[in-house]
């Protein structure tokens, strides 16, 4: 009974696989795709014709098919474990089915004629498949170890005064207490709990014996950094503009010293822009407000801005300390509507709060506040990320992002174009532009500049010169002058897709920089899935979706964008290894299905519209019932008439449609890698994160597959010889040798960190120590265990709020 119950399920099973494979597979030929999977689905389909029958024929066809299968994986899949593995395992995990007891059984009893045997017919494709495998590669690229140069002759840095530990955002430390040799031996010597919910994103500053902190509602806290024990405490009561996650990050403060001479309130202060768009100082020593700072120690960063709702501007990364002056940009929401508030940037005195300048790119050449019945000009590209500063030079670097509509410019201004996605060189005195340099013209893909400038010197030309590492969403990486804004190596303009949909217009060229980039072509072989089956309707997809390369526009049909609006690189950026000019980059390689709707459709599509742009998109909201607006020529005197827009798009991830849950496109999801930037040479490069946290149908699978998780912040590289990155998916910190790749260390986190780590020598003890943010809850992928709960925030949340780890050698 059991053998015809087991009997009848895999036939049942063979005749599902096979006409999924024959019928899907037939229309991704029709459509242009691959051969292979009509092929397999005729080989089930027989192979089941023969199981039917119980004739042992079904081995020599099964395992034809296991051969030819091997065959066209290894063609494809570039001896990669990860993308052989989807293609091979299920038909291997079917195959062990014609070595069981009720297989036997099934068969037709004939002694006088000679059977098919499963040993030869199957288990010599099955070794095959097994010896495959195990001889694949792992995606480590290991090419050399790089520049190595004379150390400077100065003092150490030990300290960690800014975001990026020094005003050109280098997230390099001069310290080698912990290195190579050493780092195994790291312990925990201390745990802070902030006592603050939700989103932890922030990077620690460290000075006078305390580590400076700041949670979500901007609340600020500092800590003896030797015992991680509280010393002060500022809750700024700021009100949340809107329950969006950004709107409850501070990514990090800003720390000031006045000069010799200084008489006034905190001669050290801690200054952080809030969520409620305010810039607020206080003392650095005692968490006191500087109540000469502004009015009562806050400037209120909504003057001079368009009327406007309170969630469509707020500041969520550290100002600017350039000198004497806090230089501020703002998250202007992310939207396809026009007529937002300014992406003006703005510097005020760092000890008064005084106004200084401002940058307003719609108003060139003027400097200035807003004249009496004006604003600064609206929905002009916005700086929101992290800045940089080159004291010397007395340059800023201002990463800036792209106008709305995110993915429709047809409405984009002449000075729009010019000044978005760009990273744009400004006098810290004056708030002039020196140069730019524009990374995607005309940006209708969401590719804003959102990861702080870094400074490095390189050598090229047997000249030391003084650069700006530009990383982009895009995974590219451009090199340029810092002084001027040339290009420290040629980079080409490429010819890139056209044809948009009707209104928009398309720059017919972008930028490629000349260093090794993150972004690969995807092609249909790289379409992936845990089994053929979701891997087939992956590669249907993407026959469907309009897919040029990188740069092809959106459509109303649904276009691939590859990198997506993630990144690439995002706000974590790059660190350096600034003694040798090394670049050590942790990019991920997301991908994202596009869709544009005109008003009339998401007025209209109703559920449709809910789907791809999600239920709380202002287009979603619109009254279905409401008349639709009149054609008519737009009003010169409002060029932000909403009617005018053709189009809303929103982005998705590029999953699988199946229920496994698994991206549509092959692992790694992300790397990290080195780069060295005086010879361009890509030095190595493997996987970052496992997938023991995450696996198909929304379980932790607890594998150690290196897949490259998620990364949601950068890295930390020091003069140990090492990098350290905190931020994957699966709650883990690890070290890096920075010249091999390999890992030297690693533990195990409570959750998710959303942060760049940091490091600091304590003048007190002398020992250095590495300190990892984790927020509580914490972003944990797929579900959270015990709740089954599939939110943003998916650890359960204690109420004690996040976690500050120390490690040391004890």
């Given at each position: 009974m059991a053998a015809r119950i087991a009997h009848w399920a895999f036939l049942s099973l063979l005749i599902f696989i096979g006409l999924y494979l024959t019928l899907l597979g037939g229309y991704l030929a029709y459509i242009g795709g691959s051969v292979y999977y009509v092929a397999a689905g005729i080989a089930v389909l027989t192979t089941a014709l023969m199981v039917e029958r119980r004739?042992?024929?079904?081995?020599?066809?099964?395992?034809?098919?296991?051969?030819?299968?091997?065959?066209?994986?290894?063609?494809?899949?570039?001896?990669y474990l990860l993308t052989l593995l989807p293609r091979l395992g299920a038909w291997m995990g079917l195959g062990l089915w014609f070595f069981t007891p009720w297989y036997r059984q099934s068969l037709k009893a004939d002694p006088a004629s000679s059977q098919p045997r499963a040993l030869p017919w199957i288990g010599s494709?099955?070794?095959?498949?097994?010896?495959?495998?195990?001889?694949?590669?792992?995606?480590?690229?290991?090419?050399?170890?790089?520049?190595?140069?004379?150390?400077?002759?100065?003092?150490?840095?030990?300290?960690?005064?800014?975001?990026?530990?020094?005003?050109?955002?280098?997230?390099?430390?001069?310290?080698?207490?912990?290195?190579?040799?050493?780092?195994?031996?790291?312990?925990?010597?201390?745990?802070?709990?902030?006592?603050?919910?939700?989103?932890?994103?922030?990077?620690?500053?460290?000075a006078n014996g305390l580590l400076y902190l700041c949670g979500s509602g901007n609340v600020m806290m500092a800590v003896d950094s030797d015992s991680?024990?509280?010393?002060?405490?500022?809750?700024?009561?700021?009100?949340?503009?809107?329950?969006?996650?950004?709107?409850?990050?501070?990514?990090?403060?800003?720390?000031?010293?006045?000069?010799?001479?200084?008489?006034?309130?905190?001669?050290?202060r801690i200054v952080t822009g809030t969520v409620d768009a305010r810039l607020i100082a206080v003392d650095a020593m005692t968490g006191e407000r500087c109540t000469d700072f502004g009015v009562e120690g806050a400037v209120d960063l909504r003057k001079g801005l368009s009327e406007h709702h309170p969630n469509q501007y707020?500041?969520?990364?550290?100002?600017?300390?350039?000198?004497?002056?806090?230089?501020?940009?703002?998250?202007?929401?992310?939207?396809?509507?026009?007529?937002?508030?300014?992406?003006?940037?703005?510097?005020?005195?760092?000890?008064?709060?005084?106004?200084?300048?401002?940058?307003?790119?719609?108003?060139?050449?003027?400097?200035?506040?807003?004249?009496?019945?004006?604003?600064?000009?609206?929905?002009?590209?916005?700086?929101?990320?992290?800045?940089?500063?080159?004291?010397?030079?007395?340059?800023?670097?201002?990463?800036?992002?792209?106008?709305s509509p995110d993915y429709y410019g047809g409405e984009r201004r002449p000075y729009d174009d010019?000044?978005?996605?760009?990273?744009?060189?400004?006098?810290?005195?004056?708030?002039?532009?020196?140069?730019?340099?524009?990374?995607?013209?005309?940006?209708?893909?969401?590719?804003?500049?959102?990861?702080?400038?870094?400074?490095?010197?390189?050598?090229?030309?047997?000249e030391r010169v003084p650069a700006v590492a530009v990383p982009t969403k895009m995974g590219d990486i451009f090199l340029l002058d810092r002084r001027d804004g040339t290009q420290v190596f040629p980079m080409e303009e490429r010819v890139v897709p056209q044809a948009p949909e009707y209104g928009e217009y398309l720059s017919p060229t972008q930028p490629v920089s000349a260093l090794p980039n993150f972004h690969p072509y995807l092609h249909e072989k790289d379409m992936w899935g845990l089994t053929p089956l979701d891997q087939l309707a992956c590669r249907i997809e993407y026959r469907l979706l309009r897919y040029e390369g990188m740069y092809t526009p959106p459509t109303t049909g649904g276009t691939l964008i590859a990198p997506g609006n993630f990144g690439g690189f995002n706000w974590g950026s790059v660190s350096?290894?600034?003694?040798?000019?090394?670049?050590?980059?942790?990019?991920?390689?997301?991908?994202?299905?596009?869709?544009?709707?005109?008003?009339?459709?998401?007025?209209?599509?109703?559920?449709?519209?809910?789907?791809?742009?999600?239920?709380?998109?202002?287009?979603?909201?619109?009254?279905?019932?409401?008349?639709?607006?009149?054609?008519?020529?737009?009003?010169?005197?409002?060029?932000?008439?909403?009617?005018?827009?053709?189009?809303?798009g929103m982005p998705q991830p590029?999953?699988?449609?199946?229920?496994?849950?698994?991206?549509?496109?092959?692992?790694?999801?992300?790397?990290?890698?080195?780069?060295?930037?005086?010879?361009?040479?890509?030095?190595?490069?493997?996987?970052?994160?496992?997938?023991?946290?995450?696996?198909?149908f929304g379980l932790r699978s607890g594998l150690p597959f290196n897949v490259g998780v998620a990364v949601r912040a950068g890295t930390l590289t020091t003069r140990g010889g090492l990098t350290f990155v905190s931020s994957t998916m699966d709650r883990t910190v690890r070290?890096?040798?920075?010249?091999?790749?390999?890992?030297?260390?690693?533990?195990?986190?409570?959750?998710?960190?959303?942060?760049t780590p940091m490091t600091y020598l304590s003048e007190k003890s002398g020992k250095q120590f590495l300190i990892v943010t984790i927020p509580n809850p914490s972003w944990r992928y797929p579900r959270d265990p015990k709740t089954g709960t599939y939110t943003d925030s998916q650890s359960i949340q204690d109420g004690k709020g996040g976690y500050v780890i120390a490690y040391a050698i004890n």
């Open positions: 004739n042992a024929y079904a081995l020599p066809i099964y395992g034809a098919l296991l051969g030819a299968t091997l065959v066209w994986s290894i063609f494809e899949a570039d001896g494709p099955l070794l095959a498949c097994a010896l495959v495998l195990l001889a694949a590669g792992h995606a480590y690229e290991k090419n050399g170890t790089g520049t190595e140069r004379t150390l400077p002759d100065r003092a150490p840095i030990t300290d960690w005064r800014r975001y990026g530990n020094t005003d050109g955002g280098t997230r390099f430390a001069e310290i080698e207490q912990i290195n190579t040799e050493t780092v195994g031996q790291l312990k925990e010597v201390w745990r802070y709990r902030t006592g603050v919910s939700n989103d932890f994103k922030m990077t620690p500053l460290q991680g024990k509280e010393v002060w405490r500022h809750d700024p009561k700021v009100t949340f503009p809107a329950k969006h996650q950004y709107a409850k990050t501070c990514r990090g403060l800003s720390y000031h010293e006045a000069p010799a001479g200084y008489s006034g309130q905190c001669p050290k707020y500041v969520t990364s550290p100002p600017l300390v350039a000198d004497d002056v806090l230089v501020v940009g703002g998250l202007v929401l992310d939207s396809q509507d026009l007529g937002l508030p300014s992406g003006v940037l703005r510097a005020f005195d760092v000890l008064t709060g005084k106004f200084a300048w401002a940058w307003d790119l719609g108003n060139p050449g003027y400097y200035g506040e807003p004249k009496q019945g004006e604003t600064y000009t609206p929905g002009t590209p916005n700086v929101w990320s992290i800045m940089s500063y080159d004291a010397e030079l007395d340059l800023i670097f201002a990463p800036t992002g792209n106008a010019e000044w978005s996605s760009a990273v744009v060189a400004l006098d810290a005195g004056t708030g002039e532009p020196r140069w730019k340099y524009q990374t995607v013209h005309h940006d209708i893909w969401d590719y804003d500049l959102p990861a702080q400038p870094v400074l490095v010197d390189v050598d090229h030309d047997g350096v290894d600034a003694d040798n000019g090394l670049l050590v980059a942790a990019p991920m390689l997301l991908a994202h299905r596009l869709m544009l709707f005109t008003p009339e459709q998401v007025a209209k599509a109703g559920p449709i519209a809910r789907y791809v742009l999600g239920e709380h998109h202002p287009a979603v909201r619109m009254d279905p019932d409401a008349p639709l607006p009149e054609a008519r020529e737009p009003d010169p005197n409002d060029p932000y008439d909403h009617v005018r827009i053709r189009y809303y590029f999953m699988a449609r199946l229920p496994t849950g698994v991206p549509c496109f092959e692992p790694p999801w992300s790397r990290i890698a080195v780069i060295d930037l005086n010879t361009k040479e890509l030095l190595w490069s493997r996987p970052l994160g496992s997938m023991k946290d995450s696996g198909p070290a890096f040798d920075l010249r091999t790749g390999e890992i030297k260390w690693a533990q195990e986190l409570p959750g998710s960190s959303q942060s």
